[in-house]
């Protein structure tokens, strides 16, 4: 399987969570996870952030007044995708433990998420566009040797 090019600029936010979340989010690994997730190439920011900056970056763009898991810039899909991915560190984490999954885990479904959100992909338009993305989303996940985010 030939996976598309993804130029990545990772970041970590300064945070006392940044700091346990750099070895676990390795260039190597986020690039693998993105790139599974590609159906063109990309030149995509990941940013590692504290629940301030997500919670900022949420109300000023999404009107909501609270820190989320992903958040998803997209700037351009065609001829390459070019966008900003934001994850939230502790909402990450509080996630991954509620759900019982790895961190590590939960932090590949995320990106795979919000990858395909810069792609175009939406789950806020329809049910079926739900259903159609989450089995989009589970065949990613499954082809890299992980179990299904959405099984219960």
Known sequence: MSL?????SLQFGPSAEASAHRELLSRARVTRWIRHALAVDAEITVRIVDAEEGQKLNREYRKKDYATNVLTFDYQQEPT????LVLCAPVVEREAREQNKTLEEHYAHLLVHGTLHAQGWDHETSEE???E????????????????????
């Open 129 to 131: 566009d739900a259903d």
């Open 133 to 152: 993305m989450e089995a989009y989303e589970t065949d990613i996940m499954k082809e890299m040797g992980y179990e299904d985010p959405y099984a219960k």
């Open 4 to 8: 598309n090019q993804l130029q990545l």
């Open 81 to 84: 995708v070019m966008a900003d």
